[in-house]
């Protein structure tokens, strides 16, 4: 295989790796307003307490990629987008302080409450409009310091509908982890986002079809619609299932608890590799594709011995993080 190629699945794995797992917490942050009950609010940093810091090294692994096998692609998103990716990274700041104090806290709890609330929902926000200011393309050669490019109506969009994204994973995620109340408070709010995240990604598609040339024609010419329609009939399929296993729970009907959060998390598999079809082989649309943005051969083969050994790693303690802490919150005892 061709090197830069496989750096750009890297890539793109690490990438739907950061979004499905530090999806659900951040969605967890965004849900907060939504339980305010007693107890309800330490469940929820429970839930998440053994799992956060990790999800997040999916964040900094993608970003060692771009920066190592395709610099050119990380200058230009870097520089072209340094005010939200600032913001973002501010809100994870104050979103990983809040979970350090929350637990030791007493009179200033509600001020930590509103640091991980708010910033699970700014950092969620700035990355689906980072997602649809790179769909929607910016000029070459644009300073972020000077001009507020990135932030337009459809990036607006992409932003809100990630955070429904999320806040579905993370529903589904409280329903799997779960039981009583919260569990069926999970499982009434996974059924509104879930008709949200469906509206969302039927908007965003239509409007990225109406607007970017090249993606209509990469979707319709020919008989490419035909070889591609899979995605989307497929994507309502697991719509239907989603809301199916959702619903049984409140008719109480014996159902497989996990099955929401697997749903919901192929729906961004789904919504992934359509947006890979859209733009693929771009790494910046219509400036920079990931060959143009690679490394020298010689960078990357140097590279290989450290992917080669830390991305199974990675996946190896991550699985056994999530499996050591696996079945509801109660069963284990809280070790934050």
Known sequence: ??????????????????????????????????????????HLMRSISHVWDGNETWLVFGGVV???????????????????????????????????????????????????????????????????????????????????????????????SVMAGYALLAACYLFMKSRGRIQEHAAKLGKQLLLITILAMVIVSLWTVATQIDIRQRWFSGLNFLWLSP???????????????????????VHHEGRPFWYAATLFLLGFAGLVVGLFPYLIPRQLTYMEAASPDSSLLFLLPGICIFVPLICAYTLWGYRVFAGKVEDYQEGY
């Open 1 to 42: 295989m061709d090197l830069a190629l496989f750096y750009f699945l890297v890539l793109g794995f690490a990438i739907f790796m950061y979004v499905l797992l530090d999806g659900f917490d951040l969605g967890i942050g965004i849900l907060y307003p939504w339980f305010n009950q007693e107890g309800e609010r330490d």
């Open 66 to 160: 771009l920066f190592a096998a395709f610099p050119a692609a990380y200058a230009g998103i870097t520089s072209t987008f340094y005010l939200p990716i600032m913001l973002m990274l501010f809100a994870l700041i104050f979103r990983g302080v809040a979970f350090e104090y929350r637990f030791k806290s007493d009179t200033s709890r509600p001020y930590w409450d509103l640091a991980f609330s708010a910033g699970s929902a700014i950092a969620a926000f700035c990355q689906g409009m980072l997602l649809g200011s790179i769909v929607q393309g910016v000029p070459a050669g644009v300073d972020s310091l000077s001009s507020l490019h990135w932030l337009t109506p459809f990036s607006i969009l992409t932003g809100f």
């Open 231 to 253: 995605l989307p009939i497929i994507t309502l399929v697991v719509a239907v299932l989603a809301w199916r296993d959702l619903n049984r729970h409140s008719n109480d009907v």
